[in-house]
């Protein structure tokens, strides 16, 4: 029988172990016609063929959203403010992207019932609808070489750019070099309020 909770990560050797908090979906499945997945290039695909206990709360991820969303976020939202230490950090998809406007909402939801969490999400779903997000949540669009950015999410949102040696567009504002170490950094969660980008190296 299907675990009926969602599978929470509480931390990986990049976002910190137990100190950022973390929730996956299957990039098979949200980032179809995405660049960076079509090319070949997701850092994730290993994880996804490499270990069957990481793919299956992916996927399980995945069905409980769609089987019932509201539940979902509900449980999320518990986990996070049961939690013995208060949470300070808390990365949507590490792997995958937001799926749909309905899972956006939610994320929003989740964001105002933790106020004292601070939420980040990089997304390539530039055809969402970003309105009213919530201070805590920080939404940042993934920028791939190549790959047009909407001027009004550009404007309006940080960009995380890749950078594998094709990319030229970054010097748009203060461009931060992403240290490979979420726990000794923590700029991403905070870069609206300093006004600045980030980019990453091919990895």
Same mark, same amino acid.
């Not at 179809?32 to 290993?46: A, D, M, S």
């Not at 749909?100 to 939801?109: T, W």
């Not at 550009?154 to 990319?167: C, M, S």
């Given at each position: 029988?299907?675990?009926?909770?969602?599978?929470?990560?509480?931390?990986?050797?990049?976002?910190?172990?137990?100190?950022?908090?973390?929730?996956?979906?299957?990039? /098979?499945?949200?980032?179809?016609?995405?660049?960076?997945?079509?090319?070949?290039?997701?850092?994730?695909?290993?994880?996804?063929?490499?270990?069957?206990?990481?793919?299956?709360?992916?996927?399980?991820?995945?069905?409980?959203?769609?089987?019932?969303?509201?539940?979902?976020?509900? /449980?999320?939202?518990?986990?996070?403010?049961?939690?013995?230490?208060?949470?300070?950090?808390?990365?949507?998809?590490?792997?995958?992207?937001?799926?749909?406007?309905?899972?956006?909402?939610?994320?929003?939801?989740?964001?105002?019932?933790?106020?004292?969490?601070?939420?980040?999400?990089?997304?390539?779903?530039?055809?969402?609808?970003?309105?009213?997000?919530?201070?805590?949540?920080?939404?940042?669009?993934?920028?791939?070489?190549?790959?047009?950015?909407?001027?009004?999410?550009?404007?309006?949102?940080?960009?995380?750019?890749?950078?594998?040696?094709?990319?030229?567009?970054?010097?748009?504002?203060?461009?931060?070099?992403?240290?490979?170490?979420?726990?000794?950094?923590?700029?991403?969660?905070?870069?609206?309020?300093?006004?600045?980008?980030?980019?990453?190296?091919?990895?």
């Amino acid at each position: 029988m299907m675990k009926s909770v969602p599978s929470l990560q509480r931390g990986n050797r990049k976002l910190g172990k137990n100190k950022t908090w973390n929730i996956n979906l299957p990039p /098979h499945l949200t980032c179809i016609g995405r660049k960076c997945f079509e090319e070949g290039c997701c850092y994730n695909i290993k994880a996804w063929r490499l270990y069957p206990s990481t793919k299956l709360s992916w996927v399980r991820n995945w069905l409980l959203f769609f089987n019932d969303s509201e539940t979902y976020f509900d /449980h999320i939202i518990g986990r996070i403010q049961r939690s013995t230490k208060p949470l300070k950090y808390f990365r949507w998809q590490a792997a995958g992207d937001i799926p749909n406007q309905i899972y956006l909402e939610g994320m929003k939801r989740v964001a105002r019932s933790c106020p004292n969490t601070k939420f980040l999400a990089l997304t390539k779903s530039f055809d969402l609808t970003f309105r009213e997000i919530p201070k805590n949540l920080e939404i940042a669009i993934s920028a791939w070489p190549g790959e047009k950015l909407p001027k009004h999410l550009r404007a309006r949102f940080p960009v995380a750019w890749f950078i594998d040696g094709r990319e030229t567009r970054y010097g748009r504002k203060e461009v931060i070099d992403c240290p490979g170490q979420c726990e000794k950094c923590r700029k991403c969660w905070n870069l609206s309020k300093t006004n600045k980008d980030v980019k990453f190296l091919k990895h």
